[in-house]
């Protein structure tokens, strides 16, 4: 079964201050994803990577930053956290392939509450 | 608007009984489907998928996917109490795109 590892499992941070999420995956999938879940929002997609060195914009990426400095690690990076940032955030991998699907391998989430 | 809809939002069902729901896209460029299960505290975990018209079977759980109208459906047998959980439908086209497209969820609790 697919891993992937989320930390911390649970962060406070303050309005204004800078937070980084982490992500490792053991799986050598080349994409890999994050997700914000919020009661009548469902899993919104922030910014994705299909490979170490890229990075890309998903549905909501105002406010965040991403980086992907290897095939295993992903990072989500919040310059200015603001009380709406307050959310479980999710990362996944996934080898999507031509003409096919792509099954996503979630963590099990960090919950960030923004004072 | 919201590209995956799901319902019901939520339902119950007795042990052993029958759940079923469901999920429409209102973008045409979705192709493949997946059903995804997420139980408290965690995160969501594949279910299965769907990509051809018709229903697919995997033990308990069968998927009905119907192209032309773009709806899909979960209908899960003899329900247990570990089937209690948050459902969703994901959905993406079909070229090499970024990420899935997730509705709302639907919310099952099987009860003794």
């Known amino acids: 079964e697919a891993a992937v590892t989320q930390s911390p499992r649970n962060k406070v941070a303050v309005t204004g201050g800078k937070v980084t999420l982490s992500c490792n995956q053991t799986n050598n999938h080349n994409n890999m994803y994050w997700y914000r879940q919020d009661t009548g929002h469902g899993l919104r997609l922030i910014h994705y990577?299909?490979?170490?060195?890229s990075t890309e914009k998903g549905d909501i990426p105002d406010g965040y930053k991403a980086s992907r400095p290897s095939q295993e690690n992903f990072s989500l990076i919040l310059e200015l956290a603001t009380p709406s940032q307050t959310s479980v955030y999710f990362c996944a991998s996934g080898d999507a392939y031509w003409g096919g699907g792509e099954t996503l391998y979630f963590g099990s989430g960090t919950r960030l509450t923004v004072l | 608007q919201q590209k995956v809809q799901q319902s019901p939002e939520s339902l119950s069902v007795p042990e052993g009984g029958m759940a079923s729901f469901n999920c429409t896209s209102s973008d045409r460029n979705f192709q493949y489907f997946w059903w995804y299960r997420q139980h408290s505290g965690e995160g969501p975990k594949a279910l299965m998928?769907?990509?051809?018209?018709g229903d697919k079977k995997e033990g308990r759980f069968t998927a009905h996917l119907n192209k032309a109208s773009l709806h899909v459906s979960l209908h899960i047998r003899d329900s247990q109490p570990s089937d209690s959980a948050l459902y969703f439908c994901a959905a993406r086209p079909n070229n090499y795109a970024q990420g899935l497209t997730f509705g709302l969820g639907t919310r099952v609790s099987v009860f003794p």
């Open positions: 990577s299909y490979g170490a060195g």
């Open positions: 998928s769907i990509f051809s018209d």
